[in-house]
C-alpha cells in the first residue's frame, strides 16, 4: 500500500526567511503532485513533477523529486503572508491501472509578519 | 474557462436518506475522479472513470456507496442509506487524460448527516 508522509504538519515561519516541505513515499514512483488549498477553498495546483530530477519553480517556490530516494521537496524562498495555505503533496502510481493520487497529510503554513 | 463544478455545495440530510452528489468536469476531460476529503486531512480516493468506464472504485467504503458517468460527462456518487460517518468534503476532480496529467478539483459538497 502506497504511504506519502509531509514533514513538518505544521510550520510557522517569519516573512523573508526560507524554509523546505519533505515529502517522502513508499512505494517506486515518478508522479508526484504538489497542491495548495487555502482555507475553506478548493485545492489548487502548483506543480506536476515527472521525472527523476524534475525541478520546477514558480515565484517563491521551487519543487524538486528524487525518485530514487522516494522524496520531493517544496522550498520557499523569502516567504510572504500571501503563502500562508496548506500545501498538500500526492503520488501516482503508473503502470497499475489506476490513477488515483495518495495524499499526504498536508502541511500547515503560517507565515508571519 | 470554466472549472469543475459541483453541485449542492451543501447539503444537510438526515440518517437513512439517500443523497446524490454532482459533478461536471471541465469540457472535454476524459477522467474524473471522486475523492472525500476530512477536515484537516488530505483528500482520499473513492473512485476513477475514463470517459464512462468505471476503472477502479477500490476507495468506495462499502456498498451504501456507488457513481456513475453514463455519458462520460456528468457524474454522480450516491450514497444510500447515510450514516452520520459519511459526513465529510466530497471533491470531483478531472483530468485531461490519463499519465501523468495533473487533476482539478471541484469546490466540493459540504455533507452532512444528522
Known amino acids: 500500500e502506497l504511504k506519502v508522509e509531509q514533514n513538518p504538519l505544521f510550520l510557522s515561519m517569519q516573512e523573508g526567511k526560507n524554509y523546505t516541505i519533505y515529502c517522502n513515499y513508499s512505494?517506486?514512483?515518478?508522479?508526484l503532485y504538489w497542491y495548495r488549498q487555502d482555507p475553506g477553498k478548493s485545492l489548487e495546483s502548483l506543480f506536476v513533477l515527472l521525472s527523476n530530477g524534475a525541478v520546477k519553480q514558480e515565484g517563491r517556490l521551487m519543487a524538486s523529486l528524487d525518485t530514487k530516494a522516494r522524496l520531493s521537496t517544496l522550498h520557499i524562498t523569502a516567504a510572504v503572508h500571501d503563502l500562508s495555505a496548506t500545501y498538500f503533496c500526492?503520488?501516482?502510481?503508473?503502470?497499475?491501472?489506476?490513477?488515483?493520487?495518495?495524499f499526504g497529510k498536508g502541511t500547515k503554513l503560517t507565515v508571519n509578519p | 474557462g470554466a472549472g469543475v463544478s459541483q453541485s449542492p455545495r451543501y447539503k444537510v440530510t438526515k440518517r437513512g436518506q439517500d443523497v446524490a452528489l454532482r459533478c461536471d468536469p471541465i469540457?472535454?476531460?476524459?477522467?474524473l475522479y471522486w475523492y472525500r476529503q476530512a477536515l484537516g486531512q488530505g483528500p482520499e480516493f473513492l473512485t476513477y472513470?475514463?470517459?464512462?468506464?468505471?476503472?477502479?472504485k477500490s476507495g468506495l467504503p462499502n456498498d451504501r456507496f456507488s457513481a456513475e458517468r453514463p455519458e462520460g460527462s456528468i457524474s454522480t456518487l450516491t450514497i444510500q442509506r447515510t450514516e452520520q460517518r459519511d459526513s465529510a468534503m466530497y471533491r470531483c476532480?478531472?483530468?485531461?487524460?490519463?499519465?501523468?496529467?495533473?487533476?482539478?478539483f471541484g469546490p466540493g459538497t459540504r455533507l452532512t448527516v444528522t
Open positions: 512505494t517506486t514512483s515518478d508522479r
Open positions: 476532480a478531472s483530468s485531461p487524460g490519463t499519465g501523468g496529467y495533473e487533476q482539478y
Open positions: 500526492a503520488v501516482d502510481i503508473p503502470k497499475t491501472g489506476s490513477e488515483k493520487l495518495v
Open positions: 469540457s472535454g476531460h476524459v477522467s
Open positions: 472513470f475514463n470517459y464512462e468506464a468505471q476503472q477502479d
